[in-house]
């Protein structure tokens, strides 16, 4: 009885873990993030990332918005230049779920029972780097990671991009401890 109760616990946990993004940041210790108050897109940089325009044009939207939240503006002469880079991994799963003759009586689970029931499940698994670029010295200052999975479904894509783009810019302008 007590496993009974514990399935919709589990498969909370299954269904959330699967819509997280895990960041991670990294940053110039040596940097006054203060001083940066303008950014540009590094287009050279941008127009090599291998995904659609239309992922590239949400992305930079997303980008656009969080920026501005943090009191910054876009700029023909930037204090940053702002780069982005992608990938992705395919991520396949088997399990095979046995069912019979348990221990003791009665119908269970059994792991010596021969045949049972394969399953198959594939999914994606996306990274999207955020680099800001100190656009004086063309040197790196900050960079951010975002990694979750990734979905085909249009509607669930632009906000999937929004949450991965807030997530990461949420770790700038870094804090020193």
Wanted: aromatic residues 12%; contains cysteine.
């Amino acid at each position: 009885m007590k496993a009974i109760k514990l399935i919709p616990i589990l498969l909370l946990f299954v269904l959330s873990s699967c819509s997280s993004v895990s960041v991670y940041s990294d940053f110039d210790k040596g940097v006054d993030f203060s001083q940066y108050k303008t950014y540009a897109f590094h287009r050279s940089g941008i127009d090599k990332v291998q995904i659609s325009e239309l992922d590239k044009r949400r992305i930079l939207n997303a980008i656009d918005l969080e920026l501005s939240k943090k009191g910054m503006t876009k700029s023909e002469n930037p204090d940053l230049l702002v780069n982005i880079f992608t990938k992705e991994r395919e991520q396949v799963d088997v399990s095979q779920f046995n069912v019979g003759w348990g221990y003791g009586w009665g119908w269970g689970w059994n792991p010596y029972l021969w045949g049972g029931q394969n399953y198959v499940s594939t999914s994606t698994e996306g990274t999207l780097y955020i680099d800001l670029i100190d656009a004086k010295k063309k040197e790196l200052v900050w960079e951010g990671e975002g990694v979750g999975y990734i979905t085909q479904n249009r509607a669930e894509k632009e906000a999937l991009i929004n949450q991965f783009v807030a997530k990461i810019l949420a770790q700038y302008p870094p804090t020193k401890k």
